[in-house]
């Protein structure tokens, strides 16, 4: 009787221990970013470039995939390396014809995805994985590097042969596999270029914006980052109107590709927030003053870069971005796919973002929330379909 009187007193003071633990939990102020979504459009799932510089091609093709959503064609697993493949063979070449004058690595364009689509097809990634060299994640750091010493020999002769561009394809398909002249899917055989054609996508209904004031607005012009060695064309507008673009663009049910800088130290990905903080305010609520004014600078932007609630954003102007720009603070870095909107705990606009780092060590399992400052200021540029441009801003660029 005793034993048993013993054990429901541990039992009543367990329960109780818990029951005040779970009081002081709640009690707890939310702390970081909550995100409620506004809206969310269709999309595939996330995948991973891993050790690969072509975070152009996945999210270049992550925008197709969810056209192909949009447009009621369900939903397609389209090929990163048969994209990467292609444009490694064109951009040897016009390295060789300008002498080794350009950028040559694995980095690319969205515009690169679109030009692969039209003159060369699409594959499916069962067709063409991409990885012949061992393993099962892509990983080009022994690539990028054979490929650049061989079109460097290439260029060094001097005088060019007849077989560069055979023992050059040579080392593309020793790596990526042999280029998928056909292929079997879902029981239909095909060409790249017939699958291409079999999806239905028209490529030139897609066009690409960007934001800067060293070129006229509203008309075209090759925007001068590393990576665009294709020259592809973006029209210019302002900042004000590339954000209209955007929000019109996901309210009438279209994603956007989103090429932007992520070497920002408020883009911090695991947490799951891209945010442009101003260092110079001092929100000191909850914060005591005495301390606060007792830390360093630097202690200061440490203190607000924990992004342990909402921070007081940079107001970000044209004029801001383009200095950004000029001075290579806003560089090329990554290529991601915007999904969707939605907003944090004080109502501030927010966009959902995709990635293609994998679903691991991220607080959205390969997804994140950028803010509209953070678009504002870093956005390189995007690649929308054309009827998701406002008509006003539209009849500006003769579309």
Not at 304 to 319: A, F, N, S, W
Request: glycine share 8%; proline share 3%; aromatic share 12%.
């Amino acid at each position: 009787m005793k034993k048993i009187l013993f054990t429901a007193i541990i039992m009543a003071i367990a329960l109780n221990v818990l029951a005040q633990e779970k009081k002081a939990e709640e009690k707890k102020p939310a702390t970081g970013y909550k995100f409620t979504t506004v809206k969310e459009l269709k999309y595939t799932p996330v995948k991973n470039q891993s050790r690969s510089g072509t975070c152009w091609s996945f999210s270049g093709l992550s925008f197709l995939e969810s056209e192909l959503l949009r447009l009621g064609k369900g939903e397609y697993d389209l090929s990163e390396m048969f994209v990467s493949r292609d444009n490694y063979e064109k951009k040897a070449d016009k390295y060789v014809r300008l002498h080794g004058t350009i950028n040559f690595a694995g980095g690319g364009s969205f515009e690169d995805v679109l030009e692969t689509f039209r003159t060369a097809g699409t594959v499916p990634e069962e067709a063409y994985s991409g990885i012949n060299y061992g393993g099962t994640i892509h990983d080009h750091s022994e690539l990028d590097i054979v490929t650049k010493a061989y079109i460097d020999a290439v260029i060094k002769g001097r005088k060019l042969t007849k077989a560069w561009k055979k023992g050059f394809n040579g080392i593309l398909d020793a790596y990526y596999g042999n280029y998928p002249e056909q292929f079997t899917y879902k029981g239909n055989s095909y060409t790249p270029k017939s699958f291409a054609q079999s999806l239905g996508l028209n490529m030139d209904d897609y066009t690409e914006i960007t934001s800067f004031t060293h070129h006229p607005f509203y008309k075209p012009f090759i925007i001068e980052i590393p990576d665009n060695y294709i020259w592809g064309w973006n029209y210019n507008v302002t900042i004000d109107e590339l954000v209209e673009i955007i929000d019109n663009s996901i309210e009438k049910g279209y994603t956007v590709a989103w090429g932007s800088d992520v070497s920002e130290r408020g883009f911090q990905y695991r947490k799951g927030v891209a945010v442009v903080p101003d260092m110079e305010a001092t929100s000191l609520s909850g914060t005591d003053r005495d301390r606060w004014e007792s830390l360093s600078k630097t202690e200061r932007e440490t203190e607000i870069l924990k992004l342990d609630k909402p921070v007081t954003e940079l107001k970000i102007t044209q004029e801001l971005r383009q200095e950004a720009f000029d001075n290579y603070e806003t560089t090329d870095d990554h290529g991601m796919h915007i999904v969707g909107i939605a907003k944090d705990q004080n109502g501030a606009k927010f966009y959902k973002v995709k990635n293609s780092w994998g679903t691991d060590g991220s607080e959205y399992s390969g997804f994140f929330f950028v803010s509209e400052n953070y678009v504002r200021y870093k956005t390189i540029n995007i690649l929308i379909h054309k009827d998701a441009i406002p008509a006003n801003i539209k009849s500006k660029l003769g579309l």
